[in-house]
């Protein structure tokens, strides 16, 4: 049975750091591309940042040098690793594998998981 269960999230204040992970079972994550996307309250979902099967990564510009993606294969297990964190970072955030990053992008095909609330708030 394929699962991708998110944990981690909550209420953090401006400046505070956070730690997302989505643990997979019924796949292997490490021939995957895998993503973090967000969700804020009346905006579309976007990308927070994306790593290929090979490693490399992509992130969008407001978080660059601020949140990490990372996976653990021992664990089949992903990461997102935020810091600095600010008001405009509140979302649901959202675990993707995907065969390729273009499913990645689509959502054509690939794992998804249920999203996790994250509250930057003072």
């Known amino acids: 049975q394929v699962q991708f269960v998110e944990s981690g999230g909550g209420l953090v204040q401006p400046g505070g750091s956070l730690r997302l992970s989505c643990a997979a079972s019924g796949f292997s994550l490490d021939v995957y591309a895998i993503g973090w996307f967000r969700q804020a309250p009346g905006k579309e979902r976007e990308v927070v940042n994306c790593m290929t099967s090979e490693g490399r990564t992509f992130e969008q510009d407001s978080v660059k040098g601020r949140f990490n993606i990372s996976r653990d294969n021992a664990e089949n297990t992903m990461y997102l690793h935020m810091s600095s964190l600010k008001p405009e970072d509140t979302a649901v955030y959202y675990c993707?594998?995907?065969?390729?990053?273009?499913?990645?992008?689509?959502?054509?095909?690939?794992?998804w998981g249920q999203g996790i609330q994250v509250t930057i708030s003072s």
């Open positions: 993707g594998a995907a065969p390729d990053v273009n499913n990645l992008f689509t959502r054509r095909q690939g794992h």
